[in-house]
């Protein structure tokens, strides 16, 4: 069984045009995150839900827009996507929200925009 | 400035041999958690191994151990009688709880390519 998952695994798409991001974990974690890993391998935290609440937005512009509808769930939505989005989006969750907590990772979203 | 420093950019092992990944990190926080991770060429991350600032002893998983010198905030992974299948990016994180929020911040990556 995936404990993180996300869809789509690829997403190619012209500039311009509005995307989703799904991602479901069945570990039964309280806080779940978004991460971007760029074309340099570099990943960055954007996002972080504790129990549906938003705790952690890291300068991301607002045409990025999580939402949880519960607690497994955490969906990204980009609005108006530029060449710079793309990159591979990550999913992660995590127990807790405290410094040993482990977080674990989704497979990745290769988002393309062309 | 730099939260995370992994200075090698990529490393060479041959098989059955040991290798060491280092990591620096950088923190005020009395309380934090520096975890590996794993990424293959297929792109999934992958936990390895955890080290809290307060354990006394080096977290060992496997073939997995973390060298914790806190004086020196250094944690470098090292993974003994490497694998072929071993050959992967090793990414250094590092978990503080000083802002209330707490996030996962990356060094760069380290390329750790086995050989034959």
């Known amino acids: 069984d995936t404990a993180v998952s996300q869809t789509p695994k690829y997403l190619v798409t012209q500039m311009g045009n509005d995307k989703s991001i799904k991602c479901e974990q069945n570990?039964?974690?309280?806080?779940m995150y978004w991460y971007k890993q760029d074309s340099k391998k570099f990943l960055k935290i954007m996002f972080s839900?504790?129990?549906?609440?938003?705790?952690i937005n890291e300068t991301v512009p607002n045409r990025f827009s999580p939402k949880s509808p519960d607690k497994a769930h955490l969906n990204l939505h980009i609005n108006s996507l530029e060449l710079g989005d793309s990159a591979v989006y990550f999913c992660?969750?995590?127990?807790?929200?405290?410094?040993?907590?482990?977080?674990?990772f989704g497979p990745g979203t290769r988002l393309t925009v062309l | 400035a730099q939260k995370i420093t992994q200075t090698q950019p990529g490393m060479f092992v041959q098989e059955k041999e040991a290798v060491t990944l280092d990591c620096t990190y950088d923190?005020?926080?009395?309380?934090?958690?520096l975890f590996w991770y794993k990424q293959p060429s297929s792109g999934e991350m992958i936990f390895l191994i955890y080290?809290?600032?307060?354990?006394?002893q080096n977290a060992t998983e496997g073939r997995y151990s973390l060298n914790f010198q806190k004086a020196r905030k250094s944690a470098n992974l090292v993974i003994s009688a490497s694998q072929l299948g071993d050959s992967a990016m090793y990414f250094c994180?590092?978990?503080?709880?000083?802002?209330?929020?707490?996030?996962?911040?990356f060094g760069t990556g380290t390329r750790l390519l086995v050989s034959p």
């Open positions: 570990l039964g974690h309280d806080t």
């Open positions: 994180a590092m978990r503080e709880t000083n802002t209330g929020f707490q996030k996962l911040v």
């Open positions: 080290q809290g600032s307060y354990d006394q």
């Open positions: 839900y504790n129990n549906k609440e938003l705790i």
């Open positions: 923190t005020s926080d009395p309380s934090y958690g």
């Open positions: 992660a969750s995590s127990q807790a929200d405290f410094a040993g907590d482990t977080q674990y």
